[in-house]
T-cell receptor
Framework: SAVISQKPSRDICQRGTSLTIQCQVD?????MFWYRQQPGQSLTLIAT?????????ESGFVIDKFPISRPNLTFSTLTVSNMSPEDSSIYLC?????????????FGPGTRLTVL | EDQVTQSPEALRLQEGESSSLNCSYT??????LFWYRQDPGKGPEFLFT???AGEEKEKERLKATLTKKESFLHITAPKPEDSATYLC????????????FGRGTSLIVHP
């Protein structure tokens, strides 16, 4: 299984500012995913980050608001730009499982963001 | 549009009191249904994948079953350490490999 770490684990930010969340995996992976988990809501995919190419964003999410970097096969960042209180959420990165069961995912511990 | 509805939203049990969590889904061709467990302050942890109606999977006190419209996560004689949020997700055939998640069931098991 993959071990995933995220930084920061939590943060409180002022509206209008930006926060960059880091995701580190202990093995090389082609795809990394960024999710948002708002209170009482389901886990929602923001984008898929592939190394060496631009991230693919899901409907309702745009690059200007959530720019993503993927400089190598073990690391990615998600920036939440020009934040508003509606961006308060848990942000999670994940990677597909390897081996026989590639349908499942391993998740990081999440970054709890509060925007005032 | 794919939909996943989990019920109940929250469930409180006494230790040893068995129960079931429900995941109803609507998808145009199911590739797989997943159950995850999420502890507070942590990311979801994979439990089971079910691929076809009639399939069952077990792990310790947990047993997942699947029909053409829903899945159940049965918890037998739960312990306080089973307290967590349980997430269900479905993956569609032939489409994006990204699963659609339900909102989860928050389970609290009292000693």
């Amino acid at each position: 299984s993959a071990v995933i770490s995220q930084k920061p684990s939590r943060d409180i930010c002022q509206r209008g500012t930006s926060l960059t969340i880091q995701c580190q995996v202990d093995s090389q992976v082609t795809m990394m995913f960024w999710y948002r988990q708002q209170p009482g809501q389901s886990l929602t995919l923001i984008a898929t980050a592939n190394q060496g190419s631009e991230a693919t964003y899901e409907s309702g999410f745009v690059i200007d608001k959530f720019p993503i970097s993927r400089p190598n096969l073990t690391f990615s960042t998600l920036t939440v730009s020009n934040m508003s209180p509606e961006d308060s959420s848990i942000y999670l990165c994940s990677v597909p499982a390897s081996g026989a069961n590639t349908d499942t995912q391993y998740f990081g511990p999440g970054t709890r963001l509060t925007v005032l | 549009e794919d939909q996943v509805t989990q019920s109940p939203e929250a469930l409180r049990l006494q230790e040893g009191e068995s129960s079931s969590l429900n995941c109803s889904y609507t998808v145009s061709g199911l590739r797989g249904l997943f159950w995850y467990r999420q502890d507070p302050g942590k990311g979801p942890e994979f439990l089971f994948t079910l691929y076809s109606a009639g399939e069952e999977k077990e792990k310790e006190r947990l047993k997942a079953t699947l029909t053409k419209k829903e899945s159940f996560l049965h918890i037998t004689a739960p312990k306080p350490e089973d307290s967590a949020t349980y997430l269900c997700a479905v993956q569609k055939k032939g489409g994006s490999y990204i699963p659609t998640f339900g909102r989860g069931t928050s389970l609290i098991v009292h000693p």
